[in-house]
């Protein structure tokens, strides 16, 4: 059988792959082309910029993947009365893995050429709607850069096996070495931390919670500036590099409990898709569980909605958590 190291190299070639496509296929497209909604799922809004990657998957799992190990693909598009299974026409009973990626995270960051959005994939033993987010054996994200970028970074993991970090230039291919690390600090003042409030629904509450969050954790006196400040990456997959690259302390998704206490449609939140290359982060050596507490597990679907938190370091953690989840518990009772 394929080993997890095969399999990260496999999600590692099938970034490049993407990233090579949204590349290629952007080129002289306007802002407006990319950014015009070709459809609404139960998932997500799906943009123009969105097809461009669909078309790669295929075509690189129809000539890239081993047909000696068949593989069901999860993702956003694709219904679950519909498989997406390769090799071609195997039935999904027929496959030992089970792949759930999402081939553009921060595409609002990228359709308008502001920020890097990021390919994320993971793979798990296929265990039909049983298998979870906790199976996942190899993970992997790849940059999908700005217009005016050269470089683009990846991460990279197996469970157990650590990370690999690499970069490529995207103006001749060439690859090199790459070196991350986590912050090591054990305070929150003059550093970035943050938790996610990305549109309005809900902003009110989350800001509260985070204001009461540093007011406890800091030196804060009530009349000195609070200096913990926040840079919120419209993707999950870029929230997760600013950890790995030591930019942040402290980053939270909050929104699925958020708007449960606040009676919201919890649609548009974090879905197990953006946290498929979670596993990089624990083999980082970075905090990654629920905001109340213990793994943040989901089966591999679209519509799951997740709450996470990542902490820096251990230190970082064991001062953060009791804070944050004494606070939860006050203001979303």
């Known amino acids: 059988m394929i080993t997890p190291e095969q399999l990260r190299q496999l999600l590692c070639a099938l970034g490049d792959h993407i990233q090579s496509r949204i590349i290629s296929n952007r080129a002289g497209k306007t ?21 461009l990657s669909e078309a790669a998957i295929a075509e690189w799992f129809s000539t890239c993947w081993p047909a000696d190990e068949p593989v069901q693909v999860v993702m956003e598009g694709i219904e679950d009365d519909q498989p997406f299974c390769f090799p071609e026409g ?22 308008h050429d502001k920020r890097s959005a990021w ?27 700005t217009t005016k970028q050269w470089r683009a970074d990846q991460i990279s993991a197996t469970r157990g096996g650590g990370c690999v970090f690499t970069s490529r230039n995207v103006l001749d291919g060439s690859t090199a070495p790459l070196h991350l690390q986590p912050s090591q600090a054990t305070k929150f003042e003059h550093g970035f931390s943050w938790l996610a409030k990305y549109l309005p629904e809900g902003r009110t509450l989350t800001s509260q919670i985070e204001e009461a969050l540093w007011e406890e954790l800091t030196d804060y006196n009530g009349t000195a500036p609070l200096q913990v400040f926040d840079d919120q990456y419209i993707s999950t997959g870029g929230a997760f590099y600013e950890m790995l690259s030591g930019h942040d302390r402290l980053g939270g998704d909050i929104r699925p409990l958020v708007f449960a206490r606040l009676g919201l449609d919890a649609a548009l939140v974090c879905h197990p898709y953006d946290v498929s290359a979670a596993l990089v982060l624990s083999e980082a050596g970075i905090i990654y569980e629920h905001p109340l507490g213990g793994f943040p597990d989901a089966p591999l679907n679209t519509t799951h909605p997740m709450a996470w938190v990542i902490y820096a ?8 958590r009791p804070v944050l989840q004494k606070l939860l518990n006050r203001f979303l009772a």
Do not use: F, H
Not at 127 to 133: C, I, N, S, V, Y
Not at 313 to 320: E, H, M, R, S
């Open 313 to 320: 370091n251990p230190a970082i953690a064991a001062k953060a």
């Open 31 to 51: 802002i407006e082309d990319l950014s015009g909604i070709a459809a609404q799922t139960t998932a997500d809004t799906i943009y123009q910029i969105d097809r």
């Open 119 to 145: 390919a994320l994939a993971g793979i798990a033993p296929q265990k039909g709607a049983d298998t979870r987010l906790s199976d996942i054996v190899a993970a992997a994200m790849t940059e999908l850069p």
């Open 90 to 111: 195997i039935d999904i009973s027929s496959t030992r893995w089970k792949c759930i990626l999402d081939p553009i995270d921060g595409t609002r960051c990228i359709m």
